[in-house]
T-cell receptor, first 117, second 113 residues
Framework: DTAVSQTPKYLVTQMGNDKSIKCEQN?????MYWYKQDSKKFLKIMFS???????INETVPNRFSPKSPDKAHLNLHINSLELGDSAVYFC????????????????FGPGTRLTVL | DAKTTQPNSMESNEEEPVHLPCNHS???????IHWYRQLPSQGPEYVIH???SNVNNRMASLAIAEDRKSSTLILHRATLRDAAVYYC??????????????FGQGTILTVHP
C-alpha cells in the first residue's frame, strides 16, 4: 500500500526532449508538492498545489509545468530538457496547508532520478 | 523561515543514544521546529516537530531550549537503520509559506555496529 508513488523511478533522456513524471497519493491529502534534489544533495521545493490550485512556485523555469488533474495527482512536465535538470525529483503530500500545530507532516514519494544526456 | 545550522556529520554506535543538535538563533515566535530524515536512496521521512515544549514520539524525542535558539533531536537507542541525513527545519506556521519546507544540508549520521 504505497502512500505516495511516482513513475517512472528512473528516466534517462536526451537534451531537448520533453518528459513527464507522474505522482499519485492515496492518503486523502489535499496538498501536494514537487521537490528537486541536485547532485550536491540539496533539496529544494519547486511547486505546491492545494486542492488543485497552485500555491507555491519557487522561481522555477517556465519549462517546468505542474498539472494537478485532481487532488490525488500532481504531475510534472518538463519541456526542452537541459543538462542541469538532471536530479532526483520528489513528490510529497500533506493534509492541509497550514495546520493548527505548525503545519502538517509531509509524506514523500521514493523519487524519480532524471538523467539528461 | 529562520536559518538552521547543523553539524555536517556525526557518528554513533549501535544501541547508544544519539543527540543531534540544531541552532536556529533567528527563529521567530511562530516558527515550528521540524525534523526530517532521509535514508539512502529514499525520500525524506518526517521524524518529529515542536514549538516550545519537549516532544516525544515513537521515533525520537525533541528537546527545545528555553530561548528556542537551539534544539536537539534525541534517538534513544540508535540502530543501523537510523543511519541517514537528518534535517532540522524551522517552519513558519501560516502566512504565505503554505507549508513549505526549506531544507538545509543536514547532518549525516553514521551508526557503527
Amino acid at each position: 500500500d504505497t502512500a505516495v508513488s511516482q513513475t517512472p523511478k528512473y528516466l534517462v533522456t536526451q537534451m531537448g526532449n520533453d518528459k513527464s513524471i507522474k505522482c499519485e497519493q492515496n492518503l486523502g491529502h489535499d496538498t501536494m508538492y514537487w521537490y528537486k534534489q541536485d547532485s550536491k544533495k540539496f533539496l529544494k521545493i519547486m511547486f505546491s498545489y492545494n486542492n488543485k490550485e497552485l500555491i507555491i512556485n519557487e522561481t522555477v523555469p517556465n519549462r517546468f509545468s505542474p498539472k494537478s488533474p485532481d487532488k490525488a495527482h500532481l504531475n510534472l512536465h518538463i519541456n526542452s530538457l537541459e543538462l542541469g535538470d538532471s536530479a532526483v525529483y520528489f513528490c510529497a503530500s500533506s493534509l492541509g496547508v497550514r495546520g493548527g500545530r505548525g503545519g502538517n507532516e509531509q509524506f514523500f514519494g521514493p523519487g524519480t532520478r532524471l538523467t539528461v544526456l | 523561515d529562520a536559518k538552521t545550522t547543523q553539524p555536517n556529520s556525526m557518528e554513533s554506535n549501535e544501541e547508544e543514544p544519539v543527540h543531534l543538535p540544531c541552532n536556529h538563533s533567528t527563529i521567530s515566535g511562530t516558527d515550528y521546529i521540524h525534523w526530517y530524515r532521509q535514508l539512502p536512496s529514499q525520500g525524506p521521512e518526517y521524524v518529529i516537530h515542536g514549538l516550545t515544549s519537549n516532544v516525544n514520539n515513537r521515533m525520537a524525542s525533541l528537546a527545545i531550549a528555553e530561548d528556542r535558539k537551539s534544539s536537539t533531536l534525541i534517538l534513544h537507542r540508535a540502530t543501523l537503520r537510523d543511519a541517514a541525513v537528518y534535517y532540522c527545519i524551522s517552519r513558519h506556521a501560516g502566512g504565505t509559506s503554505y507549508g513549505k519546507l526549506t531544507f538545509g544540508q543536514g547532518t549525516i549520521l553514521t551508526v557503527h555496529p
